[in-house]
């Protein structure tokens, strides 16, 4: 149920967002319009720079409308990046090959502490997801990732999740995301 309410939130900040927010890049349509997580990432990135220099990344994840797949692309990204200096995030997001950058201000809640060559490889996620849930893949349910910060120390990490038909597969593998080892997995 929580994880539906934070999609739900997600969904509903990224729409908001699209209607009150200040357009940072021009839209356009990707010549692949399922990017990598490491190339929507570079991409992402290089908009939010041109935006604001002092951007950190605030949060990275695909959406239920673009499933991770085995090469770790994915056909809906959403990656939120966060200017002290402006006090303001900018998201950029993904659907069917549109390329979208908008800012808005306020904060980004929790960031958590990426290092510079944190852990972008999709592939290598998509094999962790597939590794601690053969079983749930081969029922249909499809793979969502997302960074997360911890509480009380901002600690990076990956969540992966399973998903079918808005369905959570109650199985979370957490991987740090600096080094890339998975650190746990929790079953509902």
């Avoid at 659907?95 to 800012?103: H, L, M, Q, S, V």
């Amino acid at each position: 149920m929580m994880r539906m309410l934070l999609l739900l939130f997600v969904a509903s900040a990224t729409l908001s967002s699209q209607v009150l927010a200040e357009e940072v890049c021009k839209s356009r349509q990707l010549k692949n319009p399922a990017p990598t997580l490491a190339e929507i990432y570079a991409m992402a990135q290089a908009d939010a720079k041109a935006w604001k220099a002092d951007v950190v990344p605030a949060s990275i994840g695909n959406t239920s409308l673009g499933p991770l797949q085995p090469n770790g692309s994915s056909a809906a990204w959403n990656v939120v990046f966060y200017s002290e200096g402006a006090k303001a995030t900018v998201s950029v997001n993904t659907f069917r090959g549109t390329y979208r950058c908008a800012a808005e201000p306020g904060p980004a809640g929790r960031i958590p502490e990426l290092k510079p060559d944190f852990m972008r490889d999709g592939s290598r996620l998509y094999a962790l997801a597939k590794e601690r849930g053969e079983a749930l893949l081969g029922q249909g349910y499809t793979v969502m990732i997302g960074t997360a910060a911890a509480p009380s120390t901002r600690h990076a990490t990956w969540y992966i999740n399973y998903n079918k038909d808005n369905r959570n597969g109650n199985v979370t593998v957490i991987v740090d995301a600096n080094s890339g080892v998975v650190e746990m997995v929790l079953k509902d």
